[in-house]
């Protein structure tokens, strides 16, 4: 039994060894399999090939998405050409009038306006009224747009009287054409024209459809109508001429519609044929043309308005009024108010109104004035021909007499005397003095009732004397004369009020802004108003003597030397604010200065050597002195003629000779470069050589500094590129150095010693090199302009080598 035992549990066990070596061996199967179908890769082939799998699943997505807006692309535009179709008519009715409501949302739409008129006064001794009536035939034409009832407003009958109303119409397909040639225009006898078949006539009695009625409520005379097409409407409008002493005139007014033709033929007796020669319009704009027939006995005036005129007036002179007022010699004021008086004994003479604004303005050594005359008639039928005025103010001359439609101005010295107050003057008691009458005569086609002019005058002053007595303008033949002074300085003077009369005083915001506006922005010292036009004013002037003011700055200067033994390199940086200054003057430069290199704004210059200084040429000086620099290269165009400080920066780089070579000891004058203007930052950087030892002096102290404390100032340039480039190009440094492609040679700066890169102007820029130890200083606020800095230097003692520890002998 125990055997039985053992041998069944051998048995199993040899069971359970097979089965695992079974297990075991399929094991072994399966890994070798997949081993067989696995790839082994880098993590950056991994990566690149997912990258890869993404795009391509983002590329899919993309063009599904594109193809289903193309699909809903093409509904969208299916749908929008369905409704666009010809047939539908519905909806090209409803654009059409909505078209039609943008350009005229009245249903009509006016084309032409035209007033061809006639005067008649040949005959003196016609009875009635009717030489005092003008006539005109105006013609309106326009078009109805729809055919439904259209209210066409045509004249008002509160400001226009007319009468022999006609009608025509043309429907839309007619061939005709709109305006008719000047053989088949109306003849003026009332008959239809014999041409224009495309037109018919309309009784505005007869057809229901086309009225003329009168809306009393609006006081408008209208023209009802339900037809579509072009609508020619006549009538004479009748205006009367004002008449007053020799200046006629007549116009249209209140009109409805801009006016474009307008023509006017004023018939005159055959003994005064073509007689009608200044005439003068409204609006101004107008343009005329002016034409005479002696043999018919009129004159034809025919005018091409501003399109938005909706009136006209003419003026005009039916007879040559010849007018001499001259003196010989110099004339007195006993003259002129003889004159005066005689003008004045007319009962119809013109009454003139005269206003006047004074502008003084104190500078040195002289008084500028500026006097604006606004002369103006009570009466619109009023014209001035000629203006007179006398400038009192002893040693006053008139320099420029200006306004519009001036033909002509003259000057005449008459005299004055302490007795003669009747016009204002003013004379020291028992004396006498002259003053200037001013003529101003306007053109013969000025026929305003109001003028403007601008006198200037000017006057020395004495400076020794403190006291001015300021100018004065008395208008003649003016029933009044009202007026402001204002008073501003231009100089270094201080202006007080001394003595005034007739005049009072005023703030200067209660001056006109007109006034106010020819100041400049110059502040108004004192400003008065008028109580009487003959006024005095004296005034206490007192100059003060100017001092100079700084023209430039210099805000930063980094010079550096580099010293070998048997030269020096200098070269320095400088950043200049200036106003008005052309050269910058360099001094304190060694003896032996030369080759010097000179680059403002980054454009390369050429230096110019003072008397006893360095030369600029290149060649070695042998005397010490200075040079000066151009500022005016290379700036900023936008802003070099405005006035405004200017910043520069400035490159010099130049040479000198030690005289003796370099030995074991001795003394390095290193002294910078000096300058007249105030330095705000002053740094300094020396490069020596190695073997020796220093030891320094001068202005900058004998304590050096292993770096710099302020960093040092960059060169900058206002010139810009010029290159064609595509519109979304995007621009880097590469930018800076690619050459433009504008090379005309054209260079501003070729006048003021600049030179151009690239053009044959021998910009060279010297590279310092950068060999020995370096010492670093620096100075705030340099203001003397002298600077000194000596460099002590000397052969450090040779130290005695040291002997072996085990070398006791």
Known sequence: RKMISRFAHLLALFLLVVSFSEAQQQDNQQQSASRTSQVTLSLDEFQEIFAAARIEDAERRLRDKQKQNDAEHERVMDELRASMKPDNDKLHEQARKRRDELFQHRNFLPLRHAAAGSFNATDPAAAGAERDVA?????????????????????????????????????????SSLFPPDSQKDNGNGDDPPGDAGFQYVDHVLHPDVMLMLQEEDGQYVLATNRSGLFRVQFAAHTRVRKQRNLNALGLSSLLYPLQDFALRIASHS?????????SVEPAETVLRVTSNPQEGYTEVRGTLPLSADSIEIKWVPSKQEVTDTFEGDATMEDLHAEEKGQDDDASATQVSAYLESLHSVDEGILRSTHTLELSTTSEMSSLKDVRFVVHGHGARVTAVVGHALESWSTQRISTSSGDNSDGATAAEGSSSFSTLVIASFRRSHIASSSTLKVYTEFDRDNASQQVTLPRIACMNVIRQTGQVAIVKDANVEVH???IAGLSRCDASDLSSQLRLNTNHRPIVLSYKYLTPDYSVQMDVMEHAAMDTLEATIDRVHYKAVVTDTHIVHSAILIVQSTKLQYLELSQLPPTASHFQVAVNSVPAKPVGKAGGASASGDSSERAGSVLIPLLVGLNPESANEGHSLKSSIEVTYFSRHQETLGHNGTLVLTPPGFTLPVSVFTVHLRLPKQYRYAFSGSFGNNTSSRLEYPIPSAFSYKTGKRVVQKDYKFSRLDDVWPDEDNDGNDSNKESGATKSGDGGGGVKIVTPNTGRSFYFDKLLVLDGELALNATYCTPPQEAAKRPWWKVW
Request: glycine fraction near 2%; hydrophobic fraction near 40%; charge should be negative.
């Open 135 to 175: 006539s005109f035939d105006v013609e309106l034409i326009c078009r109805v747009l729809e055919p439904q009832w259209t209210v066409i407003p045509l004249v008002n009958t509160s400001s226009t009287v007319a009468s022999q109303w006609r009608v025509q119409w043309r429907p839309d397909d007619a061939p």
């Open 271 to 279: 003994s005064q044929a073509g007689f009608v020669k200044d005439l």
């Open 497 to 499: 009020e001394h003595k």
